[in-house]
Structures are given as structure tokens and as C-alpha cells.
């Protein structure tokens, strides 16, 4: 607790999307810009959680004409404006402090999905070691150690790894994206004794990254893998 205290003293607390500091102790965003956020609501594709633009379908066209190698995907916001600066900044600027607000946001409007797929374990999608030295630290790890926290779901930060640096994600297509990543993770250590896990990472664009982890996971013998995401695209 006085730890608490000195921390928040040391380092304010900061609102994630406008990134001004936050009164000690209160909500971890401005009540203004809690309304610039965007929660994916339904229609949801039934496959990856994206929002749909019109009603009546049950996957998004993506979905219909991929095949994941999860079950399901859910996440909590749109990835709108406000959003796109807020991951910016978590993600390269060093405001670890809004995985508070991101695992708090995904437990709020997510637990109660996520609690029903019955996951043994949450494990974050893995950052290359140059690049985890780099940055300082893997937003992911960080969202799953909050989340996991507050869900009582134990967290397999090391069981996969990232063998291979890869190129940036955003310019490629999906098949481009996919051969990316081959050979890009690698299980650690022998053998999977788990049947359900949770991937989580802050973003679901195309599910490229997750469907080769969900692959490796399910060759090892993980019956289902589902991911959970702070936020996503909306699908063309
Ligand atoms: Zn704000
Ligand atoms: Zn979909």
C-alpha cells in the first residue's frame, strides 16, 4: 500500500487516451475521453469478435473464408482514433501504467465470455528478445499479469517464445503476414500439459500472429485455444 502510494507519487498516473495526469486514487481514465472509446458490441462475427457492419451474418468475410486456428476471439474496443493512440503509446512510449485501465476494461465488458471458455492459463503473445530489450518491456505480459490478476487465471509468460525477429506486421497482406511468421515461435521446454489457454495481446488485425501460436499449441496437444484482445479492427 505506502509502496502504492509512493509509486503513484513518483509516477502520476496518466489517462490513456489523452494521457493527462489522473487525480490520485480515482478512475483510471477522464470521464471525457471514457467517451471517445468504442466497446464492440453485436453483431460480432462469431469467429474473431470483430464487430460487423451489417446484421444478419454470422462471420465477418475474413472468417468465412479463413480458416483459425483458435476457436474464438474476443476484445473489448473498436480500434478507433482514440484507441490508436492509446496502444501507441503503451505499446512504444513506455505508459505501461494503462494495462490497469486495458485488463481492467477487458475483465468489465469480457470476464464473464472469458471465464466461460474455462482456461487453464493466459499466455501472451511474445515479443523477440532484441526486440523485448529495446522496448523494455512486452505489453502483453503486462496486460495478461493484470488480467490474470483480476480473473485468478495463472499466467504461462515463458512457455511460448518468439524465435525469429520478424518483419513489421502492418504493410503485409494476409499471406504475406502468415509466411512472416513461419518459424517465428517455438514452444519452451517438453510438452503442454494444458487443455485450454487464453492468448492475449492489445490488438486483433488480422489473426495472423495468433493463429500460428493457436497452431503450435494445438500440434502440442492443447485441445482449445481461445485470444482475448483489448481491441480490434472492424472488418471490411
Ligand atoms: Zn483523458
Ligand atoms: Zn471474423
Redesign the pocket.
Known sequence: MIKDIVLDMLFPRR??????V?PFGGDL??E??SKKLRNVREPRCRKCGRMLTGAGKEYCPDCENVRHGFERAVSAFVYNDAMQDAIFRFKYQGRQEYADFFAESMSKYLGRELRGFGAEALIPVPLHKDRLKKRGYNQAVLLSERLGKIMGIRVEKDLVKRVRATAPQKTLTREERRKNLKKAFKLSGNGVKLTKVIIVDDIYTTGSTVDEISDLLRVAGVRSVYVATVCSGTPL
Open positions: 489517462c490513456p487516451v489523452c494521457d493527462s489522473l481514465i477522464c471525457d475521453c
